[in-house]
């Protein structure tokens, strides 16, 4: 019996620790773990593994416990992308969004893009012009985050109205 202030887990987001497909001998009875229902008893889309875009990974996860994907894509620019992330695999945002979508058509769950959003980084027209052209018509949602400013960063957050714009104009263009 649980007590009035005890909090059910309802989903799991396997980040924020490293690139969880590169601890893959971990991660996976963790996950089984969480689904099995003598454990959590999770539904596999109420957990998710976020990743950079380690491919191989992916394709493995896909066979041996297909669970929700989150993938870090942050820009349509495969420059830029290199510099955001200086650790991810190197390869293009096209190649990563045609990995992401094998694994959204082998497992049936659709792939969750995060895009930390930073002002005149890529926030830009010509990067929802991209997001477009990748992503239209994929099994694929997108998660808009407005960076946190951090002090002696060169980033900015973007206002919440230029934000907001943003998801509307991608809304709009499906």
Not at 97 to 118: C, D, K, R, S
């Amino acid at each position: 019996e649980r007590g009035v202030d005890e909090r059910v887990i309802s989903n799991v987001v396997m980040m924020g620790m490293g690139e969880p497909l590169q601890n893959y001998a971990a991660l996976v009875p963790a996950l089984k773990t969480m689904l099995d229902d003598h454990g959590y008893g999770l539904s596999r889309r109420r957990v998710t593994v976020s990743t950079s875009g380690v491919v191989p990974m992916m394709e493995r996860l896909g066979l041996d416990c297909p669970v929700a994907l989150a993938v870090s894509l942050h820009t349509t620019r495969a420059e830029l992308r290199a510099e955001l992330l200086p650790r991810a695999p190197k390869m293009s945002p096209e190649a990563l969004v045609e990995a992401a979508e094998n694994y959204a058509q082998q497992t049936g769950y659709p792939i969750q893009y995060q895009w930390t959003l930073m002002e005149g980084v890529n926030d830009t027209e010509e990067e929802i012009e991209g997001i477009v052209r990748l992503l239209k018509g994929k099994y694929a949602l997108m998660n808009l985050i407005p960076y946190n400013t951090v002090e002696d960063l060169p980033f900015k957050r973007p206002s919440w109205e230029r934000a907001a714009e943003m998801a509307r104009m991608l809304h709009r263009r499906g």
